[in-house]
């Protein structure tokens, strides 16, 4: 037992440093990418994607969903920062892979891709709900749109969607506008509006419905519009990355080649959106995009620079907090107009937007509120496609000390001056009436 | 004493006086010895710890006191307690306990005696009830001697029966010491017996201060509690010092009309109003007294002396204390002392009046003056009618409503209401308490009527008043501890002095008695003051001789008496038959002697209990609960020292003293709402109460069970004040929703609300591990709900014998989980299906 913890410590011991390097809080791009695929002919199928990450630094590592040797972590350790699943129709995994792992890979604050496609097993749906997206229930019924359909869909069954419903964010799709639509086959999936997690990157347009294309529509369908989602992200609240989509062709090479003309669109376009949406969308959720780190939370009285351990009511303060941003390869100084920082007890009684010297340094001051207690200065910053920013630091402001009053009141003076009289006076009067006889 | 004052010198009585004083600083000083080692009980039984919740309270801020000194203290801003509001310690807290022991322990420390701040605050509690029974001695000697019912011959056959009495205490084992010294003495010299009825007195005031280890019944358990053993360091160990110290110089003012009394007097109250919240039971009741002497026909200026520079001073000295501030001229608590104090300078001038004026004309300027000082009063009471009527509470806290209205905190206030000192004591908690004080009460208040003078309507006044607030409110048990003590205290004596009186007459007759006229003038000072006594007084002095008990001792007794008008024939009618007055003192001294076995044991069985200390006895020994402490030190070492624990508000005071941790409520009750929030939490289900608890930063839970041992006093016995308080501000939570058909109850009958709630599961997560049917030893029956789980909260310490449980809150989920519904299984394998993806 001795030697075991003893050699595992020591693996560690000597993994340490390997780990350090692939991922970190000082550098949070994912290094090493497990990707599963229930045929490893989806290895040559979707080859242009696979490259781009390759290209990227991504050290990817190709297994079969069903490969007995999986496994996610060795000796308590992660064995890989990133997960693609391409494995839309596997049962069970093999090895020690499941629904639960895979969960778990996500807590630990690692990013993933999952793909689904039309008949996803329970397996694949069951880790998309943990993700808190819910695809259609039916598992024959893909998504199918009778007016934004692809010209090239030469069944006639238009599954083939050309969307261009795409979120509005630079952060999440880059700075390049997406011209062409995004080509997509595949399964609906619906997201809970009350979860502020998740977000719809590729909607379907409002005539899209989810049904069975062979099949003769007997009752109305039960996702329609604009409430389907077609690829959708999440962000955990430890900043893990995921990615949805119901389309595994979306990643495939034969889309990202396709011309494309939107049925009804005089606009023909060479090559469809896919290739950008998708590499671009893999930045983002490998953390090469978006990341924020904030930190050095800084606090003192005005004409000072010691943090002191307590304010006074109506003190001056000036605060000021450093943020920066991931660019995939070094920290940049972020550059925002819209972070603010609260002065909170209970509920925000300063609310001030912070300004930037573009350096990083975010900074403002203010006058402590006439309240005494406990108080937290918090940045809460939530941004589309940004990594959550949430910093507190708790700090307690006190009344006035007995000799920090006035001492005397202007308005209070004919009160002083009727006690002084009245003194005088008694004096006077007791003098005269003890010794005048 | 008032003999000892002008002893003519060379005189056998002047002797006899030296004698006398130095006996009586003895006798003085074993009461304070005594009073204090009887409290020693707890140290002895259990260790030097303070008690309970609020010294705990007091322990830290002593601590802090000390460590910073006293313009930190009084500015000291808390942010440790109340989060996340925090509270002004310095400005909302009677200051007067933590300095007293700051003083001491400063001092000590000066004179290079290192005591920690701990032993000073345990000790300062039998400290002060020293201080106590010597403030109790000079009160009663002041009623005493200005009541003229001293008998010579009374007081010498009183000693015989005070030696009686103390040969029983001997036989009790506590005095020896006392008693054989002043058996000794007593036979040895003839000594100014005068003294002796007042030492009598002092002894049973040394006993009977042991009444004042009375406190209150837990509301559910009979949980005895004392406030003076070592250890309870609470305000009222030194406040009931300062209240009949106050009392003290109020009627040594009165008998003396002394200024200088006055101001001393002003200045105890100053120390009182710093010590205990039950100052304006002085404030009250004084005025009251004055009142009363005024509608009585007692005015004089004595009076005038005694109350007008109390209010004045006392209210200028009051406004001083942060605490108290403005209250001091704006609440209705002190509005009769303000009233009382305008009637007795009217009341003054209208004697000064009278004495320029002839009678014809004063009639005539009463008329005047009456008819326009009604006009002005009307005037004056609707200005203040409609000053009070404007505030909601009508001007007056809740806590002295309560005491006028009894049925009004339970009605309005449940925070007033849930707290077991606040609650109506029982009949048993009487007769615990003050025992056979109880039956010599009366005795001693129709002993007061005769003669009725102002100090003894005092007295009289004080105890109708002190029954009274005792039986709305079990705490101020403590108020009425010393005014019992008092009146037993007169009573017995006058009761020695009837039976004496008889004895004496029929043993000697009248063969020895001859004119003492210098015992006459000298013990007749107090009664001069008073004016009631006739100048005609003869004393008396009779020696006889009488063999003892033991009948190897002699002794000589002699006794003055300054004896009331007519003293032959109220002699005559006042003798007994010898046989009867023998009888009858010896089952005084029984009576007595069972009083003082009653003390002793309440001392040490039921008073000395730390409370965070729990020992039972069992067939195979001695168990010691230490679960509290455990869990504290738990608390301390294994969490972060700015994380948040949430309690009910009881356990406040020790988790910031012991743990060193935040707290959210405690035992300073001054934020309902804040309260209310918590104990709507503890009635939510599990994730309301997440919530709740997450938005005040919260990282730990402590629930207090006793289900496993049978500790009664737990969080699922009080879980019932924690609905009330939370629904009285979220009115969501409803007790109905808790009872099963009115009855509280936590087995298989109970409400779903009530099995849901967090306070259960927190209470019986795991619960039926320990005996696998989860049988709760309090509430006697099998637990409701056995098998659950926790969703919100992580178990994280549970003590040894699970008294208390401590948990985790959980961090936020991660991720949200899509709709949790069960996806259909489909029967048709997709797999074989599996799609060419080159497609």
Redesign the interface.
């Known amino acids: 037992m001795m030697n075991i913890s003893r050699s595992v410590s020591l693996i560690s011991l000597f993994l340490l440093p390997l780990l350090s390097f692939s991922f970190s809080v000082d550098n949070p791009t994912d290094r090493r990418v497990l990707v599963l695929l229930d045929d490893l002919s989806l290895k040559s199928s979707h080859s242009i994607f696979f490259n781009t990450l390759k290209s990227r630094g991504f050290d990817l590592d190709f297994k079969l969903a069903e490969d007995s040797k999986l496994a996610l972590q060795r000796y308590g350790q992660y064995l890989y920062d990133g997960l693609i699943i391409f494995a839309p129709s596997t049962e069970r995994f093999g090895g020690s892979l499941d629904s639960k792992s895979i969960a778990d890979f996500v807590d630990s604050g690692r990013d993933l891709i999952l793909s689904a496609d039309t008949s996803a097993s329970d397996l694949i749906r069951g880790i998309s709900t943990e993700c808190g997206v819910d695809f259609d229930e039916d598992s024959s019924a893909m998504v199918i749109d009778h007016t934004s359909f692809s010209v090239s869909d030469v069944d006639g069954d238009h599954t083939l969607i050309a969307a261009e419903d795409l979120v509005k964010s630079d952060v999440i799709l880059g700075k390049t506008k997406i011209e062409a639509p995004v080509l997509f086959r595949g399964v609906a999936h619906s997201l809970n509006p009350t979860n502020n997690l998740v977000l719809k990157v590729l909607s379907a347009s409002p005539s899209a419905y989810s049904a069975n294309p062979s099949s003769k529509l007997l009752s109305a369908p039960q996702l329609t519009g604009s409430a389907i989602s077609l690829v959708s992200v999440m962000q955990a609240r430890n900043n893990a990355r995921v990615v949805i989509s119901g389309s595994l062709q979306l990643f495939s090479d034969r889309l990202f080649r396709s011309g494309v003309q939107k049925a009804g669109s005089p606009n023909k376009y060479e090559k469809s959106g896919n290739e950008q949406f998708v590499t671009e969308l893999s930045k983002w959720v490998f953390h090469e995009r978006g990341h924020l780190k904030a930190g050095n939370l800084v606090h003192h009285r005005v004409g000072e620079t010691d943090e002191p351990a307590i304010y006074r009511i109506k003190d001056d303060l000036e605060f000021s907090v450093e943020i920066f941003e991931w660019s995939g390869k070094s920290w940049e100084p972020y550059v925002a107009n819209d972070v603010q920082v609260q002065f909170y007890m209970m509920s925000p009684y300063v609310l001030k937007t912070l300004s930037t010297d573009k350096k990083g340094l975010f900074h403002t001051s203010f006058k402590v509120p006439d309240v005494y207690g406990v108080f937290q200065f918090k940045v809460e910053y939530e941004k589309l496609g940004y990594t959550t920013l949430s910093l507190s630091k708790q700090i307690p402001v006190r009344p006035y000390r007995h000799n920090e009053y006035e001492r005397f009141i202007p308005t209070a003076y004919p009160y002083y001056g009727a006690c002084f009289t009245t003194m005088a006076g008694f004096f006077v009067f007791s003098f005269v009436y003890l010794y005048h006889k | 004493m008032a003999a000892l004052e002008s002893p003519p010198p060379g005189t056998p009585s002047a002797m006899r006086h030296a004698f006398g004083s130095v006996l009586s600083a003895l006798i003085l000083l074993l009461i304070g010895v005594l009073a204090f080692s009887i409290r020693l009980f707890s140290v002895i039984k259990y260790e030097s710890v303070i008690h309970e919740f609020d010294p705990y309270f007091n322990y830290r801020v002593t601590q802090f006191l000390s460590k910073n000194g006293i313009?930190e203290f009084?500015?000291w801003?808390d942010?440790r307690t109340w989060?996340?509001?925090?509270r002004?310690i310095?400005g909302t807290v009677y200051p007067g306990l933590t300095l007293t022991a700051g003083t001491i322990w400063w001092v000590l420390n000066s004179l290079n005696i290192p005591l920690s701040v701990e032993t000073v605050c345990v000790f300062t509690a039998p400290v002060f009830s020293a201080f106590a029974s010597w403030a109790t001695y000079l009160l009663t000697k002041e009623v005493k001697g200005s009541g003229a019912g001293l008998a010579a011959a009374a007081l010498l056959a009183m000693v015989i029966c005070s030696i009686g009495i103390r040969l029983i205490f001997l036989l009790v084992n506590i005095m020896a010491m006392t008693l054989i010294g002043y058996w000794m003495s007593c036979t040895l010299f003839s000594i100014g017996v005068s003294f002796s009825g007042i030492f009598h007195k002092c002894l049973l005031i040394g006993f009977q201060n042991v009444s004042f280890l009375s406190k209150w019944l837990s509301l559910q358990v009979p949980s005895y509690i004392s406030r003076s053993v070592a250890g309870s360091y609470d305000n009222e160990a030194v406040a009931i010092f300062a209240l009949i110290f106050t009392f003290y110089l109020y009627i040594k003012t009165l008998n003396t009309g002394s200024l200088f009394y006055a101001t001393l007097n002003a200045i105890a109250y100053f120390y009182m109003v710093c010590s205990w919240g039950g100052y304006t039971f002085i404030i009250n009741l004084i005025p009251m007294h004055v009142l009363l002497c005024i509608v009585t026909g007692r005015y004089s200026p004595r009076l005038y002396i005694a109350y007008a520079p109390l209010v004045v001073l006392g209210t200028l000295l009051a406004a001083l204390v942060p605490v108290v501030g403005f209250n001091a001229v704006l609440t209705s608590e002190h509005f009769a002392s303000f009233l009382v104090f305008i009637i007795i300078h009217v009341i003054a001038l209208v004697y000064y009046i009278k004495g320029i004026l002839s009678p014809k004309m004063f009639k005539v300027a009463v008329t005047l003056v009456v008819s326009i000082g009604l006009v002005v009063c009307f005037i004056v009471v609707a200005v203040l009618v409609a000053l009070v009527a404007s505030s909601p509470t009508k001007g007056w806290s809740g806590r002295s409503l309560s005491l006028l209205d009894p049925t009004y905190a339970s009605k309005y206030i449940p925070i007033i209401a849930s707290v077991s000192e606040h609650q109506p004591p029982t009949w048993p908690s009487y007769f615990m308490d003050i025992n056979v004080l109880a039956f010599l009460v009366p005795a001693g208040i129709v002993a007061c009527f005769s003669p009725l003078s102002d100090a003894s309507s005092f007295v009289v006044l004080y105890i109708v008043m002190s029954v009274y607030f005792s039986g709305v409110m079990v705490r101020l048990m403590l108020v009425l501890a010393p005014a019992a003590c008092i009146m037993s205290g007169i009573a017995l004596s006058q009761a020695f002095d009837v039976f004496t009186a008889s004895i004496k007459y029929h043993l000697s007759g009248s063969s020895n008695s001859k004119d003492d006229a210098e015992d006459k003038t000298s013990t007749n000072n107090a009664s001069k003051d008073d004016g009631s006594a006739g100048k005609t007084d003869k004393g008396e002095e009779s020696a006889k001789e009488r063999s003892s008990r033991k009948g190897k001792k002699k002794e000589r007794e002699p006794a003055d008496k300054p004896s009331v008008k007519s003293k032959i024939v109220k002699k005559k009618a006042l003798v007994l038959p010898f046989e009867a007055s023998i009888v009858a003192l010896l089952l005084l001294i029984m009576l007595g002697a069972f009083y003082v076995i009653h003390c002793v044991w309440a001392a040490a069985e039921a008073y000395s209990a730390p409370s965070i200390v729990l020992t039972s006895q069992s067939r195979d020994g001695l168990h010691v609960f230490d679960d509290f402490r455990e869990s504290y030190a738990w608390l301390s070492h294994n969490t972060d020292v700015?994380d948040k624990v949430a309690s009910w508000w009881d356990y406040g005071y020790q988790t910031t003293a012991m743990a060193n941790r935040?707290v959210i409520v405690d035992n300073n009750t001054w934020n309902n709402t804040h309260i209310a929030t918590v104990g709507t939490a503890m009635s939510s289900p599990e994730k309301a109460a997440w919530e709740i608890f997450n938005?005040?930063d919260v990282k730990y839970v402590l629930v207090v069970f006793g289900g496993l041992i049978g500790y009664p006093s737990d969080d699922i016995n009080k879980f019932l004040w924690m609905v009330r308080i939370g629904g009285g501000v979220f009115p969501h939570i409803k007790e109905a929703d808790y009872l099963r058909d009115g009855q509280y109850r936590i087995d298989s009958e109970a409400t779903p609300t009530m099995l849901n709630c967090l306070m259960y599961k927190l209470s019986y997560y795991r619960f039926v591990e320990t005996d696998g049917k989860g049988f709760d030893r309090v509430r006697r029956t099998e637990i409701g709900k056995k098998n659950f789980k926790l969703t919100h909260f992580d178990e994280v310490f549970t003590s040894h014998h699970w008294m208390v449980r401590i948990y985790k809150l959980k961090p936020?989920?991660?991720?949200?989980?899509?709709?949790?519904k069960k996806?259909?299984?489909?029967t048709s394998s997709?797999?074989s299906?599996?799609?060419n993806?080159?497609?």
């Open positions: 313009y009084w500015n801003f942010d989060y996340p509001l925090g002004v310095g700015d935040t938005s005040l936020q989920k991660n991720r949200i989980r899509g709709r949790a996806l259909k299984l489909k997709s797999k299906a599996k799609k993806p080159w497609i």
